[in-house]
């Protein structure tokens, strides 16, 4: 059963809330993610990706397939600054 929830993206920590203004009541701790993906065909749902950790995949979905690209674009680069291996660019 799939359930409405409004998500925000701070820094490696993704926020969810049950409406657009209430007070978030969950997390996901992005520094323990190892894999953000498309899953539509998992899914079964148009427009939904998968957030997975070791312990658990968080399936979610957006409105459209442009929003869709835009968080698994955020939460990737997200994730990826939190692995062990990301050097910052260095500019001159």
Known sequence: ???????ILKGSKLFFAKT????PHGMIDLSQCTTV???DLKS???NSFE???PEMTFLLYADTEKEKDDWIGNVGR???R???TYQ????D
Request: aromatic share 16%.
């Open 1 to 7: 059963d799939w359930r409405r929830r409004y998500f």
């Open 20 to 23: 657009e203004y209430a007070a």
């Open 37 to 39: 993906k498309s899953a």
């Open 44 to 46: 079964r749902k148009r």
């Open 51 to 53: 957030v997975s950790t």
């Open 78 to 80: 997200a994730i990826v």
């Open 82 to 84: 939190c692995s062990s």
């Open 88 to 91: 910052p660019r260095e500019y």
